[in-house]
């Protein structure tokens, strides 16, 4: 079954409510083919599709009005009762009310109409007071109340447009058959009485014009599917705008999860770090320590038949073990942070790109200099990324640009290699995710099998 | 057997440098590694196999690298109660020595793989180990002192007791702590007879059983 147009345009909005989120291989999603006009006629007669749809409007109107004719009366009640200790606790049980519909009409959407929208908030505060700031200020209760308002009309509006499209879609086709039970009240030369619509002494029951008001109800009946599809088009608007939640609670949202995605990155790496030095540096150095423990050993006058020459032996090992460990060390230290950032970011770029073993088209191009915490993440993804480029590409040329671009700062990372990198399966792409993410920035990946690899990391710059 | 030269050691540890440089060093002092594994699973089987006198068990190793020998010890204890078993790690954790006493302070000891630098006092530690007694590493004692909720009591002791109580603690006798502080027997008889007065510890003669009742005094 191919993707009807609804359901790019649900995905279009699902992007744009989730500004923050990792989009690999975005670019070609967006590529995919739309399917032409007729293959998305024929879905909409698909049972799965047909049923639902037409359940909706018929189910939305009851609900709209039992909605409002509940909700405003009471609600106009709580206000009244505002200036009494109760009011606001009348407001927010109000208000929960309205909340309630808000969900029957999310539900409704979702499951007929295929309506993308993200649940409210769920309350965080505890206790009593913590539910009635929830209902008054935290869950959507204002914009749920827009809705149900609107919604009246709309679901009005697409139940009368559902209904004449099908009943007289129907009526007019089976016209041929059905028009003996329509009384004319005129009659013809014999006296018989003519049967069909009728306009002032005009009877519709010609053989031609009875032919064409079939014709009229058959292309009333094809166009039935489209008609109710469009009636809902404004209920489907207002459930994506008003009962999702706001763009603010989406950002806090947002915001919440990349703080958690930074903390947790803290600790993973300060976790990285501990482990590399324990199972690094202080395992070379208690080895050491044995080494040095051993030349004692051998220097002990009652130590049994041992050559100068072996000592000598012991002694070179274990300076080579103080220089293992000295390396390491320095390793470590630059994984921590590169001391070549110090000079600025196009410097440590470079010193990277020299050492890199595929050739590499260095250009950077900023008119500030990001936060340094931008800086160490783009260092680091441009390492892991050309690291990857090297290990699995088979590239024979490399670039990498750094732009800005709406005050964003862009990392490109291009290769002509064979393509087909993925996140996950230790590409190193999700640590990288992790890391763009914990700032609020993105990584976009597209890699189509044969090359090109593009990886775009995408972070917030200056102010 | 009591300790002494000859011992079968079993040794469990995952880095490879220090596995083969511990391995020579116990070499050199006449004990044989029978048997060196990298994980606590293969311990236990080689354990079974070699029936060594000794296992030497690292308390990081895979697959979690967090606690992975003190398990393994805790089950080796239940199944060889005769088998001496020291755990050696890079740190020190008053939690892993409060679980590994509370099985038994009988050979039974605990040490930063720091001490491997002074060789005599490693091995010497080992065989206390094997001939039934305890070792415990300085840095365990004082930080068990230092948490220890009878600090009042403590507070008592003159710093020549206290340096005998730790002393105690690390499993030594009265010989081994005459001969680290300098001073005579008898005056280590009589610093041990303050100690156990202050501090209301049944006096008692033998060495690991006076490393239990420094401890149970301690965690207490």
């Known amino acids: 079954v191919r993707p009807g147009p609804e359901q790019q345009v649900t995905a279009a909005d699902t992007r744009e409510n989730e500004p923050v989120t990792v989009t690999p291989g975005a670019g070609r999603a967006g590529a995919r083919p739309r399917p032409g006009a007729w293959e998305w006629y024929v879905s909409l007669w698909q049972p799965a599709r047909f049923w639902p749809r037409l359940l909706y409007p018929v189910l939305a109107a009851p609900v709209a009005v039992l909605a409002v004719v ?75 109340l827009g809705f149900l308002v609107l919604q009246l009309p709309a679901a009005y509006l697409s139940l009368i447009v559902t209904v004449l499209a099908w009943v007289y879609g129907l009526e007019l086709t089976s016209y041929p058959f059905t028009r003996r039970w329509l009384s004319s009240g005129s ?65 806090i949202r947002d915001l919440e999860a990349s703080r958690a995605m930074a903390l947790e990155d803290a600790a993973a790496s300060l976790r990285q770090i501990e482990r590399d030095l324990h199972d690094g540096v202080q395992a070379r150095l ?178 | 057997m009591m300790g002494g030269l000859g011992m079968r050691i079993v040794m469990a540890e995952d880095s490879s440098i220090l596995r083969d440089g511990m391995v020579q060093l116990l070499r050199l002092r006449g004990h044989e590694v029978v048997a060196a594994v990298a994980d606590g699973e293969a311990l236990i089987t080689a354990i079974a196999e070699h029936r060594p006198d000794l296992a030497v068990v690292d308390i990081r190793m895979p697959p979690t690298f967090t606690n992975e020998g003190v398990l393994a010890a805790t089950t080796l204890r239940r199944t060889y109660p005769r088998l001496g078993i020291l755990l050696f790690s890079q740190y020190v954790e008053t939690t892993f020595a409060r679980q590994l006493l509370a099985m038994s302070s009988a050979r039974m000891g605990y040490l930063l793989k720091d001490r491997v630098a002074d060789l005599d006092e490693f091995v010497d530690a080992l065989e206390r180990i094997a001939a039934g007694g305890t070792a415990l590493d300085p840095e365990v ?56 007065t202050k501090l209301d510890l049944p006096p008692s003669d033998s060495t690991h059983r006076r490393v239990l009742a420094v401890l149970k005094y301690l965690q207490a």
């Open chain 1, 70 to 144: 509940l909700i405003f009366p009471l609600l106009l009640v709580s206000l009244v009762l505002i200036i009494s200790p109760l009011g606001l606790w009348a407001l927010a049980g109000v208000l929960r009310i309205a909340l309630a519909f808000g969900s029957l009409n999310r539900t409704l959407g979702r499951s007929l109409l295929q309506v993308q929208v993200e649940n409210p908030p769920k309350r965080t505060e505890p206790g009593p007071f913590g539910w009635r700031r929830h209902q008054l200020r935290g869950a959507g209760a204002w914009r749920t």
């Open chain 1, 187 to 251: 009659r013809d030369s014999s006296g018989q009485i003519r049967h069909g619509f009728s306009f002032g002494s005009y009877v519709l029951d010609g053989p031609w014009t009875i032919a064409l008001v079939a014709l009229v109800g058959i292309v009333l009946l094809v166009l039935a599917p489209v008609l109710t599809w469009l009636a809902t088009g404004l209920q489907r608007k207002l459930i994506t705008g008003l009962l999702s939640p706001s763009r603010q609670t989406r950002r």
């Open chain 1, 286 to 463: 208690v080895a050491l320590t044995m080494q040095l423990a051993m030349i004692k050993e051998s220097l002990r006058p009652a130590a049994p038949d041992v050559q100068p020459a072996d000592t000598a032996e012991l002694v070179d090992v274990a300076r080579n073990q103080a220089k293992d460990t000295l390396a390491e060390l320095r390793s470590l230290a630059r994984g921590i942070h590169p001391p070549s950032l110090d000079l600025g970011l196009e410097a440590a770029l470079s010193t990277l790109t020299a050492t890199c073993s595929v050739p590499v088209r260095l250009s950077v191009q900023l008119s500030s200099t990001p936060s340094a915490a931008v800086e160490t993440i783009l260092y680091f993804s441009a390492a892991e990324l050309l690291t990857n480029v090297v290990r699995h590409s088979g590239a024979r040329l490399a670039s990498i640009d750094v732009t800005e671009r709406d005050r964003r700062i862009v990392l490109r990372v291009v290769d002509d290699g064979r393509g087909g990198a993925q996140v996950g399966g230790g590409s190193g792409l999700t640590g990288l995710i992790g890391r763009a993410q914990a700032v609020d920035g993105e990584l976009d990946v597209d890699s189509p099998s044969g090359g090109p690899t593009v990886v775009t990391v995408t972070l917030p710059g200056q102010g």
């Open chain 2, 141 to 196: 004692v004082s930080q068990l002192l230092r948490v220890s909720r009878h600090s009042d009591s403590l507070a008592t002791l003159t710093p020549r007791e206290r340096q005998v109580l730790e002393q105690m603690a690390e499993g030594h006798s009265n010989a081994g702590i005459s001969a680290s502080l300098r001073i005579s027997s008898r005056a280590v008889e009589k610093h041990v007879a303050g100690i156990f």
